[in-house]
């Protein structure tokens, strides 16, 4: 039974850092395409950033040189770095990921991580 579960989140001033995690379990993230969602009380979920199998990045524009996506594969954990946190970046933050065949495939995700950014 695939797992993924994010931590990381927390309550932090603008301009403030954290680092998310999703770690894998009951896969190998190896060659996966991982990704980061982020919801707003009220709003539907958004995606944030991506992390290729082989390690290409991807982000939103309004995260862009803020936010840093890297993966450790060993441990079987992808991290989403958030730097220069601003309110408007208070979210549920989410990890997604697919296991299967081209056949048959099912997305898996993470229960969230909360991030409150104050002024």
């Known amino acids: 039974q695939v797992q993924l579960v994010e931590s990381g989140g927390a309550s932090v001033q603008a301009s403030g850092s954290l680092r998310l995690s999703c770690a894998v379990f009951g896969g190998s993230i190896r060659g996966n395409t991982v990704y980061w969602y982020r919801q707003a009380p009220g709003t539907q979920r958004t995606w944030v950033a991506t992390?290729?199998?082989?390690?290409?990045?991807h982000y939103v524009d309004f995260v862009k040189d803020r936010f840093a996506v890297s993966r450790e594969d060993a441990e079987n954990t992808v991290f989403l770095q958030l730097s220069n946190l601003r309110p408007e970046d208070t979210a549920m933050y989410y990890c997604?990921?697919?296991?299967?065949?081209?056949?048959?495939?099912?997305?898996?995700w993470g229960q969230g991580t909360q991030v409150t950014v104050s002024a």
């Open positions: 992390i290729t199998g082989s390690g290409l990045t």
């Open positions: 997604q990921t697919t296991f299967g065949t081209a056949e048959n495939s099912r997305d898996y």
